[in-house]
């Protein structure tokens, strides 16, 4: 494969076309218009975040244009380009007016509210280390007040990697039933 940069938009299309998957190519008309893309979403949508999704929408959407030979005018890849930028911009726009309308009629929360926080019991906490025998409290204190890697609890107990984690891992448990916690997935 040759390499991409510098030839023809119409050479561009028709090297993306031929069906072999010309990844150069496809960088290159990703080079090529990703930075002008991204500028188009900051000017119309005003946020980053739309900005950088309308670049992907549109790269992706004019690679598979390209790799299906929809592109009438290989010469006017960059007009293409631009007219795939207004249309996928608004439909972002009409999506965010009706997600807004809706808030608006019907009062409808699209953010997930945050769970409440439990507070913690350091006296009830305190009681249960205390509970630990002494090896499952001893990793519990050097893994979570003395912020030890487990590789550095090993070599410190004379103990494998492998033995630190299954201690932790009780040790966790019985924290959690002792404060009365439901296992949340801890390893």
């Known amino acids: 494969m040759m390499a991409a940069e510098g030839i023809a938009d119409a050479e561009l299309v028709r090297r993306i076309g031929t069906g072999t998957s010309d990844k150069e190519a496809e960088a290159e008309l990703c080079r090529r218009f990703g930075r002008r893309i991204r500028l188009y979403g900051l000017r119309h949508l005003r946020s980053d975040a739309m900005a950088e999704d309308l ?13 299906h030979h929809r592109v009438r005018e290989p010469e006017r890849l960059a007009s293409f380009i631009l007219g795939s930028c207004r249309m996928v911009a608004r439909d972002a726009r009409r999506g965010e007016a009706r997600r807004d309308r809706l ?61 630190v984690r299954v ?8 924290l959690q039933e002792c404060i009365g916690v439901q296992d949340v997935g801890t390893s």
């Open 55 to 67: 670049v992907q929408q549109v790269l992706v959407l004019a690679i598979e244009s390209l790799r």
């Open 103 to 163: 808030l608006e009629q019907y009062g409808i929360r699209t953010e997930v509210a945050p769970e409440p926080k439990a507070e913690l019991d350091l006296e009830r906490l305190r009681g249960c280390v205390e509970k630990l025998p002494p090896r499952e409290r001893t990793v519990i204190i050097l893994t979570f007040y003395g912020e030890r890697s487990g590789d550095e609890i090993a070599a410190d107990l004379s103990m494998t990697l492998g033995n």
């Open 167 to 174: 201690v932790r891992h009780r040790a966790v448990g019985h």
